[in-house]
């Protein structure tokens, strides 16, 4: 299937017709979605996003009727190797779990593959566990670095004062390996204890006790830098995440 089908497939499926935020009036409904998301003044303003609309940068809004029920906007990057950086995608809480967003993220894919471009990068919190099934479960992409500290204190509707580690994820756009994970064949996962073990709901886990949140970004945040700066792989399995260590560094252990 074409990456354009398959977009009009999925948007057909959430019940929403996906377009580019092309006018003044667009480039407003993308930064309403993301003032109610993350609170005001927390994106960027309308004026910005048309005048990256306008340069080709992918900024997408999803309709349904007159309803703005999600946005997303990205910008071409060059940073090892030509991308387009997804910045900020929301969907309405009310329509999450819909579709909408897999609507929005393969309008995404479509547009770059029709102007040459094989590559998104975007970083998402990697303690959240619903992003990381999204991100490389449903979509496919894989965690390339894990950046600490990436936004610095964001002190947001979402974030508040907590820490801003990010795993940064790769989507390669026509690889074998995403075209299955878009038709929902499952990714192969070692049957074993995770290495980083998910709580369920990370933001309520936040709110109800910050105590063991911060005790679990800490944790983690060490698990994470000491796998990624050693090469290793990380594969989500549904309740965390487990690394694999490069093929050379296994076998020099066994010496």
């Not at 004026?47 to 609309?53: E, F, G, W």
């Not at 919190?125 to 964001?154: M, T």
């Not at 979402?158 to 990714?187: C, K, Q």
């Not at 074993?192 to 911060?214: I, K, M, N, T």
């Amino acid at each position: 299937m074409s990456p354009r089908a398959r977009a009009e497939r999925a948007a057909d499926r959430a019940g929403v017709s996906v377009e580019e935020a092309l006018t003044p009036a667009g480039a407003l409904a993308t930064e309403r979605v993301f003032s109610a998301t993350w609170g005001e003044g927390r994106g960027a303003d309308a004026s910005t996003l048309q005048a990256l609309a306008h340069a080709g940068n992918p900024v997408l809004i999803a309709r349904r009727g007159d309803a703005v029920l999600g946005a997303l906007f990205s910008f071409l990057g060059w940073h090892g190797g030509l991308h387009v950086h997804s910045h900020m995608t929301a969907v309405d809480p009310h329509t999450r779990s819909t579709g909408v967003g897999f609507a929005l993220k393969l309008a995404q894919r479509a547009l770059c593959l029709d102007n040459g471009v094989r590559e998104v990068r975007w970083t998402y919190d990697p303690l959240i566990r619903r992003n990381a099934r999204f991100n490389l479960w449903k979509l496919g992409a894989d965690v390339s670095a894990f950046r600490p500290d990436f936004y610095g204190v964001l002190d947001d509707a979402i974030n508040g004062s907590d820490r801003s580690d990010r795993f940064e994820v790769s989507w390669r756009l026509d690889a074998p390996e995403v075209e299955l994970a878009l038709d929902g064949v499952p990714r192969d996962v070692d049957d074993r204890e995770d290495d980083v073990a998910l709580p369920a709901d990370f933001e309520a886990l936040r709110g109800d006790d910050p105590a063991a949140a911060a005790r679990l970004r800490e944790s983690s945040r060490e698990s994470f830098a000491e796998a990624l700066d050693a090469g290793s792989s990380v594969k989500f399995t549904g309740t965390g995440y487990i690394f694999d260590r490069p093929t050379a560094t296994r076998e020099r252990e066994r010496r």
